[in-house]
């Protein structure tokens, strides 16, 4: 059966985030003009660092908002002029046969609607191999915001599924690519040609996570990204989600407004709230057809292809607890701070071999 996205709002209990007022159109202009031009001043430096100065991450951040996302569109169109996309010689893997017209007929789809539900799934034993690795290795436990106001302090632990010490855990980067299905998942053709296809140019791969939501906290956690928000590290990119474990609505579904991550697609009055994060109450108030309003609720192996600079969020787990795996492509690395991925000495065969065919791809990594 294919894995149906339902569409189920869930109220949360945090406060409503204050709007700021409209500015007149004269000051909204002189705030375009401003951040514009420091935007532009730091692009020199980044292109001989890779490196992009706070102020102009910032920058970056206010023109989004002011633009209603064009600002992120216009960068975007000069980056992929820049890096023309892979001559792939095949897109065959998780996704299947990505040929041609599927490929078309997926980024348009992602581009309405910000979201697609793939039919393939991860095999079985991918998932429960992915499954162990998880509970062999420690993980960062992530604190309630209510336990950071305590004083108390992160920790590292393995998970025990029946007595969980946070409500995520969230694991290094580089223990990730440890894992040889990891691995291959990194350098999966269709995966690779799906993002190019979205982003149109060649893509970076900039996030390789792991991580556990657990019942531990009886309300939703700002902490661990369980308030509707947008993503902003950087200019456009494409998320990929894998359901290890099966999600239902009680174990933290993901959910998405379909349709915002378009231009203009967050409406003005949520955008002035600025890069925060949002109630339930707030996003329907600004969206008010519930069809909108996508909870995706399906077995383990799916795979769930989004755009995050639409709104978003993990719900909150009831009971129970839910893995997820993520693999981001973007168009270049502008935007926050990252740091260099590790990779082990051993690698899997398919990803020693796109190291050296796809340079770029993978540019934020280096050989251990």
Partial sequence: MNPMP???????????????????????????????????????????TGKTS??????????FTLSKGRSNDFMHGLVALLYRPYRLAKAEGALGNMDAGRL???AAGLRDRGYHVF??????????????????????????????AK??????????????????????????????????L???????????????????????????????????????????HFDMDRLKWLKFFFY?????????????????Q?????PEPILRKGYQRLTDEEVKAAFPDSRDFIEFTAPRGTIIAEDTRGLHKGKHVRSGDRLVFQLEFCDCMFGTGYRIGKLPRELDPGLAAALERYPRLFSKFRRG
């Fill in 104 to 106: 078309a007929r997926m």
């Fill in 244 to 260: 290890v474990t099966d999600v239902t609505p009680e174990n933290g579904p993901h959910c998405f407004v379909a349709g915002s």
């Fill in 186 to 228: 990194m350098c999966d053709p269709s995966l690779l040609a799906v993002a190019q296809a979205y982003l149109g140019c060649r893509p970076i791969l900039d996030i390789v996570a792991f991580w556990w939501h657990t019942a531990f906290s009886d309300q939703p956690d700002e902490e661990a990204a369980q308030f509707y």
């Fill in 6 to 48: 339902t569409a189920v709002p869930s109220p949360t209990q945090s406060p409503v985030t204050p709007t700021r007022p409209a500015d007149p159109g004269w000051k909204r202009l002189a705030k375009i003009a401003y951040h514009g031009a420091r935007l532009a001043a730091a692009w020199p430096g980044y292109l001989a």
């Fill in 119 to 148: 039919e393939e799934r991860l095999p079985d034993a991918v998932c429960d191999a992915l499954l162990d690795f998880s509970l062999r290795e420690e993980a960062q436990v992530r604190l309630t915001k209510a336990d950071k």
């Fill in 262 to 266: 378009r231009t203009g697609g967050i």
């Fill in 151 to 184: 004083g108390l302090k992160p920790s590292r632990a393995r998970l025990d599924r029946a007595n969980p010490l946070g409500v995520r855990y969230e694991y290094d980067e580089d223990t990730n690519l440890r894992c040889p299905e990891i691995q291959r």
């Fill in 54 to 63: 706070e102020t102009a991450y910032q920058s970056m951040i206010q023109l």
